[in-house]
């Protein structure tokens, strides 16, 4: 079990471009979630998917992000039009059952920089 | 929504001492509380949670309190070691939407 794996580990990008990020959940696990991390704002929720279909995206910033989750083995985030304030730890995290009570298995993380 | 207040931004003790982080909550029916370590450049990672039919669990030198009537839980760390310092976050399950809502995070730091 290689655990929750996210491709890059590090992104720079320049303002303006486009950055998307990827991650695979382990395997049966029916849950997947987006974090953001920073030393300002601490960990951010994003958004997460259940079995595929996306629940709550109650934390994405509506007008340049966006996520997916097109097969159980991987879901995506996509920064458009990236911005310096976009900079931050992106984490994801899966979880074994679909109750959401109980514990989430987290990545590596990618670090995203915007220059 | 849940929301998540944990206390104390940083926590600095003396190896060997203990360490107490504390945690409240606002959903009323939350009824699960994860705690997570996040060790120096790497992610975070589980170590111990605890659900609301009980109002303590212990794992090795780990403690969580649940106080429901209060809406507060708590970890306590018994003598504590340089490998405990990270950043532990607190975490309680959201029913409504139906995740888990986090802490912003406490640095503890443990000295020699």
């Known amino acids: 079990n290689a655990g929750v794996i996210q491709t890059p580990r590090h992104k720079v990008t320049g303002k303006g471009q486009e950055a998307t990020l990827w991650c695979e959940p382990i395997?049966?696990?029916?849950?997947v979630f987006w974090y953001r991390q920073t030393i300002v704002q601490g960990l951010e929720f994003l958004t997460y998917f259940r079995n595929q279909a996306p629940i709550d995206d109650s934390g994405m910033p509506k007008e340049r992000f966006s996520a997916q989750m097109p097969n159980q083995s991987h879901s995506t985030l996509k920064i458009q039009s990236t911005q310096p304030q976009d900079s931050a730890v992106y984490l994801c995290?899966?979880?074994?059952?679909?109750?959401?009570?109980?514990?989430?298995?987290f990545g590596s993380g990618t670090r995203l920089l915007v220059i | 929504g849940e929301k998540v207040e944990q206390h104390e931004s940083t926590l600095s003790v003396r190896e060997g001492d203990s360490a107490v982080i504390n945690c409240t909550y606002t959903d009323t029916a939350s009824s699960y509380f994860p705690w997570y370590k996040q060790e120096a450049g790497k992610s975070l990672h589980f170590v111990i949670d605890?659900?609301?039919?009980?109002d303590r669990k212990q794992s090795q030198r780990l403690t969580v309190l649940l106080d429901k009537k209060a809406k507060r839980f708590s970890l306590h760390i018994t003598a504590t070691q340089p490998e405990d310092s990270a950043i532990y976050f607190c975490a309680a399950y959201d029913s409504g939407y139906n995740k888990l809502t986090f802490g912003k995070g406490t640095v503890l730091l443990v000295s020699p």
């Open positions: 395997s049966g696990h029916s849950a």
């Open positions: 995290a899966s979880s074994l059952q679909d109750r959401g009570d109980s514990d989430y298995t």
């Open positions: 605890i659900r609301s039919n009980v």
